[in-house]
T-cell receptor
C-alpha cells in the first residue's frame, strides 16, 4: 500500500486563487518531497522538507510538515493555468537508499 | 547539463514478448531508481541501485522483472514474458545523495 495519501484527489480552481492539497503518511520519515507531473510523464521536483523542518517556501509554493500528525500540505498561491498538473507527495524513509514512497496524487485544474 | 533520459519513449509489445527499457542517469549520480506508474495512480518503487549494485530490489513484482546497471551509469530494466498488467509508464530517477531525485520522461509500455 502507498505510504502517502493525498487529499483531495482532484481540485478545480480559477486562475489567481490559491490551491491547497494535503498529504498524510504512516511511518517515520527522513524527508517529504512534493513533485509535479504534467501529462502523465516525467516528474518535476518542487520542494523537499526535512523531518526537523516545519515550513518551507519556494516562490509561490509553501509546504508545511507536521510530524506529530504525519501530515504535510502544499499551498500554491496566485495559481496560473500553467500550474494545471498532478501533484504528488513522496516520503523518504530514515533507512538508507531513500527510495521514495508516493501517494496517489492530487489532480489540479486551474481554469483561466 | 543533460537530465535523465529514457528510451524508448513508447513501446508496444505483444503478450509473452520480452522488453528492455533503458535509463541514462545524470552524469555523476551514483543512485538510480526505477518506478512504475499505472494509469491514474502514484508511483510504485521497483528497484534501487547504488553504484552498480542493487541493495533494494523489494519492489520488483515478480521474477519476470530484472534490472542491471553497468559502469555506474546506464541501467536496463528487463521484463520477460510480458503480461497485460505490465502496461504502465516506467520511470527512472537518479540522485547524488539519495534525497532529491531527478526523473526522466518515462517509457510508456503497452502490452497487447
Amino acid at each position: 500500500s502507498q505510504q502517502g495519501e493525498e487529499d483531495p484527489q482532484a481540485l478545480s480552481i480559477q486562475e489567481g486563487e490559491n490551491a491547497t492539497m494535503n498529504c498524510s503518511y504512516k511511518t517515520s520519515i527522513n524527508n517529504l518531497q512534493w513533485y509535479r507531473q504534467n501529462s502523465g510523464r516525467g516528474l518535476v521536483h518542487l520542494i523537499l522538507i526535512r523531518s526537523n523542518e516545519r515550513e518551507k517556501h519556494s516562490g509561490r509554493l509553501r509546504v508545511t510538515l507536521d510530524t506529530s500528525k504525519k501530515s504535510s500540505s502544499l499551498l500554491i498561491t496566485a495559481s496560473r493555468a500553467a500550474d494545471t498538473a498532478s501533484y504528488f507527495c513522496a516520503t523518504g524513509p530514515k533507512a538508507a537508499g531513500n527510495k521514495l514512497t508516493f501517494g496517489g496524487g492530487t489532480r489540479v485544474l486551474v481554469k483561466p | 547539463g543533460a537530465g535523465v533520459s529514457q528510451s524508448p519513449s513508447n513501446k508496444v509489445t505483444e503478450k509473452g514478448k520480452d522488453v528492455e527499457l533503458r535509463c541514462d542517469p545524470i552524469s555523476g549520480h551514483t543512485a538510480l531508481y526505477w518506478y512504475r506508474q499505472r494509469l491514474g495512480q502514484g508511483l510504485e518503487f521497483l528497484i534501487y541501485f547504488q553504484g552498480n549494485s542493487a541493495p533494494d530490489k523489494s519492489g520488483l513484482p515478480s521474477d519476470r522483472f530484472s534490472a542491471e546497471r553497468t559502469g555506474e551509469s546506464v541501467s536496463t530494466l528487463t521484463i520477460q514474458r510480458t503480461q497485460q498488467e505490465d502496461s504502465a509508464v516506467y520511470l527512472c530517477a537518479s540522485s547524488v545523495r539519495g534525497e532529491t531525485q531527478y526523473f526522466g520522461p518515462g517509457t510508456r509500455l503497452l502490452v497487447l
